[in-house]
């Protein structure tokens, strides 16, 4: 069963930094790309970060420079780490693998998500 | 950006009943677009791919239509269990963005 388990979200002050991890299982996950995907009720759903199976990445202008994608292929392991935290950032955010099916491009899986909280 | 406008933003449909929500895309977008279902509290969970592809294990009373700026998604006889928010996402240029959603209850 493909399993993708976020942690890590939690309060953090503005200009504060938080680390999310998303631990997967069920599958091979060095030959998947992954995303993180947010969502609030101010904002909807909102595209934050993908990164490819050779590790490469893209972010939306709105967290360029403060977000990092990353991967752990021995770990199975996805994170994100977001420094320069606004209050704006708070949401629910998810971590989704991409579909493996040849070319196209949607979300599988998505995981259980985790709350992300920036308030003084 | 290419910014996805849905409509309506919510309905109110029996049981039985034929439900048809419309996204419009602010350029071009080809077929690049996916649909998702998202019942409260918890994760969107997607239907249609590439317009009119349904996923694996999806209902076949889902479908989805459209090319280009235009795409519709359909239930043709909504059931009980289809009482949600569905969205539209494109996938044609990054940044990659969702519609507004569309609620869907029952009357």
């Known amino acids: 069963e493909v399993q993708l388990v976020a942690s890590g979200g939690g309060l953090a002050p503005p200009g504060g930094s938080l680390r999310l991890s998303c631990a997967a299982s069920?599958?091979?996950?060095?030959?998947?790309?992954f995303h993180w995907v947010r969502q609030s009720p101010e904002k909807g759903l909102e595209w934050v970060s993908a990164i490819g199976t050779v590790g490469e990445t893209f972010y939306p202008d709105f967290v360029t420079g403060r977000f990092t994608i990353s991967r752990q292929n021995a770990r199975n392991s996805l994170y994100l780490q977001m420094n320069s935290l606004r209050a704006d950032d708070t949401a629910i955010y998810y971590c989704v693998r991409r579909s493996s099916k040849e070319g196209t491009h949607y979300f599988d899986y998505w995981g259980q998500g985790t709350l992300v909280t920036v308030s003084s | 950006d290419i910014q996805l406008t849905q409509s309506p933003s919510s309905l109110s449909a029996s049981v039985g009943d034929r439900v048809t929500l419309t996204c419009q895309a602010s350029q071009d977008i080809t077929y690049y677009l996916n649909w998702y279902q998202q019942k409260p509290g918890k994760a969107p969970k997607v239907l249609i791919y590439d317009a009119s592809n349904l996923e694996t294990g999806v209902p076949s009373r889902f479908s989805g239509s459209g090319s280009g700026t235009l795409f519709t998604f359909t239930i043709t006889s909504l059931q009980p269990e289809d009482i949600a928010t569905y969205f539209c996402?494109?996938?044609?240029?990054?940044?990659?963005?969702f519609g507004p959603g569309t609620k869907v209850e029952l009357k």
């Open positions: 069920g599958f091979t996950f060095s030959n998947y790309d």
């Open positions: 996402q494109q996938y044609d240029n990054f940044p990659f963005t």
